[in-house]
């Protein structure tokens, strides 16, 4: 009974200890089931994935890494222009009105990627930003 008892608080404590990439997976994941995004995926300067949650769509990580590359250099473009101020966001709209919206943003000491799927009919900049700020709160934790 005891025993039982003692494994309980063991595993609630663990839950709590969640490592960066867990807690980041867990909100994603969370957006992901309540529809507003298909899939979500963050990724480091250097194109490795820090966090991913693929939901039902069919749009892989590595789909996400090869749509972030491919407009790479719309955002050096917005840095360079003086009236865009650097680019924050650059969005796709596909043909079947799905988007793909790519988000760039400081965090874990580098310039980090958010790619998100948003199915047709969907709001998503308010979850998107609520999930910026997270990722950048749980940053500054592992920064001390």
Known sequence: MFQRANEKREKKSRAKKLVPQE?????LSKVVNLGNFECAYLFSEEGLL????????LFGHNEALEAYYSIHEGF??????EEFDGGQEILMLARTRKRISIRRFFAFGQQVVLVLVIPRGKTFRAHANRLIRLIRLISREVAG
């Open 76 to 81: 050096s473009f917005l840095s360079e222009k």
């Open 50 to 57: 820090l966090a991913g949650v693929q939901g039902r769509s």
């Open 23 to 27: 807690q980041i997976e867990l909100e």
